[in-house]
């Protein structure tokens, strides 16, 4: 019963600590996000001359992100999150273990933006 009301109720701090940090001019924070993105690749099969990882442009070094640390933010997180995005610089499914996050996310509205190649 408490569960289905953690979300509501982080949402509701979470606009408290914007609107308040708003009107005070200082960043004032509560709550958990409700939403969240990551990056499981930074690595891309294209090489897109607008994108920074296909065009090689990007300084940082190419990874992939561990999951275990996927898995220990979504334990933590994943009471309160809508929303989860699995992209952003990279392909996420060039992840040998693609299938272990989805699979750790089962339970939240997860979006995966794909360039459609696997």
Same mark, same amino acid.
């Given at each position: 019963?408490? #569960?289905?009301? %953690? %979300? ?11 609107? %308040?940090?708003?009107?005070? !001019? ?5 709550? @958990?996000? !409700? ?11 294209? +090489?897109?001359? #607008?994108?920074?990882? !296909? ?8 990874? $992939? ?9 979504? %334990?933590?997180? !994943? ?6 995005? @699995?992209? $952003? #610089? ?7 273990? $693609?299938?272990? $996050? @989805? ?5 939240? +509205? ?6 459609? +190649?696997?």
């Amino acid at each position: 019963m408490i #569960q289905s009301f %953690k %979300k509501p109720a982080n949402l509701l701090i979470a606009a408290y600590s914007y609107i %308040k940090s708003s009107a005070c !001019g200082s960043p004032d924070i509560y709550g @958990l996000p !409700g939403s969240l993105s990551a990056e499981l690749t930074n690595t891309c099969n294209l +090489h897109c001359p #607008q994108c920074s990882s !296909g065009s090689g442009l990007m300084e940082r070094s190419r990874g $992939f992100m561990e999951t275990n640390l996927f898995i220990k933010v979504i %334990k933590e997180l !994943g009471p309160y999150l809508y929303n989860l995005n @699995l992209y $952003f #610089q990279g392909e996420p499914m060039l992840h040998p273990l $693609f299938s272990t $996050f @989805l699979y750790s996310s089962r339970d939240i +509205h997860t979006v995966v933006s794909t360039n459609g +190649h696997y």
